[in-house]
């Protein structure tokens, strides 16, 4: 993860007390899970470690559009 911005300069103690501090865990998905819809709030920070995750917007008759996607090589 310290090739991620976010981490980028920390070193692999530091990274793992800062997401131990922050009560950190692993949950693994499966595809097209949804993670949240747009009408949940969250308090949490999601970090995609394998694969990838989408952020998609649904218009009046269901057509989806893609806004972002977030994983390794996004």
Do not use: P
């Not at 097209?32 to 920070?45: A, C, F, G, Q, V």
């Not at 009046?60 to 996004?74: E, H, I, M, P, Q």
Request: proline residues 0%.
């Amino acid at each position: 993860m310290q090739n991620s911005a976010l981490f980028r300069g920390f070193t692999d103690v530091e990274v793992k007390k800062m997401l131990k501090c922050l009560g950190a865990k692993i949950r693994f998905c499966n595809t097209n899970e949804t993670i949240m819809s747009h009408s949940e709030t969250s308090d949490h920070l999601y970090i995609v470690l394998w694969g990838t995750a989408e952020l998609a917007g649904y218009d009046y008759d269901g057509n989806k559009s893609l806004l972002a996607r977030f994983g390794k090589d996004s």
